[in-house]
């Protein structure tokens, strides 16, 4: 698999779900995990566990930085044991009220693991957080057995 | 006409429901007509009887035969687009519906074309899906649906 492609629709302004990838607060809430950044383009950013520990999980470059509609960046191992690869938000006003999120997850060619993880991973992402930005409730979905690890 | 193409079209959502209300809104036209763009659906849901997808101006959209029903995890549809001229090869609908836990599940659709299509023709499915199965989603978590437009194929088809 080359490119992994998701799109959700959610109910909420496009300023919000770009607070919720960008911003440690939001994220921790639905994903667990935090991604730390300036988000200017040329900066690093960080994957970081949620658990206070600063646990580096995913690092890389910001390629591209539009708020609030389009952010890109490299999506790199922190051993630097594959090529990284490169993952693309969109958001996009739909309807009034209503906007949609495209992940593009791609340059997977070189790291299989990579791609077969991340394709288990985003569903389960973007599910719990448009169910965040809904309902104000996601953590539920972690606690669960999860057949793709 | 573009290169003809087997590829399946998968999608995976996670819903905090159960599976049976989950099954509910998949066959149920108190829910489809609120997230599958207005559309009804009809059916026992046996396995073996024909389904009918149905437009809220009452024309049929989508038909096919139950191939497989394991209420309330797994639902097999055959699916012949009704209103396209020529009318397209069947594909293959499937739903599963796995419990993971904690209130959650996972819903999977996949979209397979045992016959080759055109590949412009999974773009209707690959922009469809995320819609409905987002206003799924919605519904259930929320008690309100997405709102978006309903797409009508016009009343006179010329391909």
């Known amino acids: 698999m080359s490119a992994f492609v998701y799109v959700t629709y959610i109910y909420a302004t496009s300023q919000k779900v770009w607070d919720a990838i960008t911003k440690p607060e939001f994220a921790h809430r639905y994903w667990m995990h935090t991604n730390v950044s300036d988000w200017k383009p040329g900066a690093r950013w960080e994957h970081q566990h949620g658990d206070g520990s600063g646990k580096v999980l995913i690092d890389g470059e910001v390629l591209e930085s539009d708020p609030p509609r389009r952010l890109v960046m490299t999506w790199t191992r922190p051993d630097r044991s594959k090529e990284p690869s490169r993952v693309a938000f969109d958001i996009a006003d739909y309807s009034p009220g209503l906007v949609s999120l495209t992940v593009t997850h791609d340059r997977l060619e070189a790291d299989p693991g990579m791609a077969s993880s991340i394709a288990g991973g985003w569903p389960k992402v973007l599910s719990n957080l448009k169910s965040f930005l809904e309902t104000g409730r996601a953590e539920n979905i972690w606690l669960t057995k999860n057949k793709e690890g | ?159």
């Open chain 2, 1 to 159: 006409m573009s290169e003809l193409t087997r590829e399946s079209t998968v999608y995976a959502i996670y819903i905090a429901t159960t599976v049976e209300k989950c099954w509910e809104a998949l066959t149920s036209s108190a829910f489809t007509t609120r997230y599958f763009f207005g559309r009804s659906v009809e059916s026992d849901w046996k396995e073996g009887s024909p389904w009918l997808l149905r437009m809220p101006d009452g024309r049929v959209d989508v038909a096919g035969q139950v191939r497989e029903a394991k209420r309330p995890h797994r639902l097999v549809l055959t699916w012949t687009v009704e209103w396209m001229e020529p009318k397209p090869p069947e594909c293959l609908v499937t739903y599963e519906i796995e419990d993971t836990g904690n209130g959650v599940v996972r819903l999977t659709m996949t979209e397979d074309h045992p016959t080759p299509i055109p590949r412009a023709w999974l773009e209707g499915g690959r922009k469809g899906w995320p819609m409905i199965l987002s206003g799924l989603k919605s519904l259930l978590e929320t008690g309100k649906p997405l709102g978006l437009p309903t797409p009508m194929p016009p009343k006179e088809i010329s391909q």
